[in-house]
């Protein structure tokens, strides 16, 4: 039997990297896919690739926006009755500079992706789940939720919020046998971490690569399919006794 079998999946910022690949993997494994976006052209393109792999639908919408939120949770019960997994996932970088570089502005729209959008998902998706006795969330942090973040503390500040949501929530649901779990990546092999590389005018994109790698124990990017393979495992029935916790998938960072 295929891990997900019968299983109906939602996937917010479904048309980026992480977002596809995990999608083509849950596809695999037997779920219905629903993948939510606000870049409406790259969504379809998506979803059109991911067609052969089983049941998907796409819905364009803005995580930051509640009347979206709610009006996309409320399509996929209209269309499947259900929702057993939530990949809250939507989120951007932002500027990296220091602190007294950044705006007001840029305050504002990183915490209204990374901060808003994760707890309106929850708000909508969270009693959905309990209403149905079970469910798996698994919310997208990185590892600078867990760290300080030199030239990011915006970001950092965002992703250490899904931390204090997730492990607060899982408490809350426990008792109705949903979990809640959030997922920690080091860099990746993303155009995120291009636009990285390119950000430094003092260094050419290879050397930010060869300084960024040399800070990974197992010195290279981590790759969409391994990050994905761990949301399946937090997706599907084999943890089912896990919530509340934080999953590094880093090269080894953390360990230093």
Not at 105 to 114: A, G, R, Y
Request: glycine fraction near 10%.
């Amino acid at each position: 039997m295929k891990k997900l079998d019968g299983k109906v999946a939602v996937i917010t910022g479904g048309a980026g990297s992480l977002g596809r690949t995990a999608a083509e993997l849950f596809l695999k494994e037997g779920a219905k896919v629903v993948l939510v976006d606000k870049d409406e052209k790259s969504l379809s393109s998506c979803t059109e690739q991911l067609f052969e792999f089983g049941e998907v639908i796409a819905i364009t919408a803005d995580v930051s926006s509640e009347n979206e939120v709610s009006g996309y949770v409320q399509q996929v019960l209209e269309k499947w009755g259900k929702i057993d997994v939530f990949l809250n996932n939507a989120g951007i970088l932002g500027k990296t500079v220091p602190l007294s570089d950044q705006t007001f502005e840029d305050f504002e729209t990183i915490m209204n992706i990374n901060v808003r959008g994760i707890f309106l998902g929850l708000k909508y998706v969270l009693p959905v789940m309990s209403s149905q006795k079970n469910g798996s969330i698994i919310n997208t942090s990185s590892i600078s939720g867990l760290a300080g973040s030199r030239e990011g503390s915006l970001y950092s500040a965002s992703k250490h919020a899904v931390v204090g949501l997730t492990k607060s929530v899982a408490l809350e649901v426990s008792a109705d046998s949903v979990r809640v779990n959030s997922i920690h990546p080091g860099p990746l092999n993303s155009k995120m971490m291009q636009e990285v590389e390119e950000s430094d005018e003092s260094q050419s994109p290879s050397e930010v690569r060869s300084r960024i790698f040399s800070r990974i124990p197992l010195g290279r990017y981590g790759e969409m399919l391994e990050v994905s393979k761990l949301i399946l495992f937090l997706a599907s029935d084999d943890s089912q006794f896990i919530t509340g916790s934080q999953y590094r998938i880093d090269g080894g960072i953390g360990a230093r």
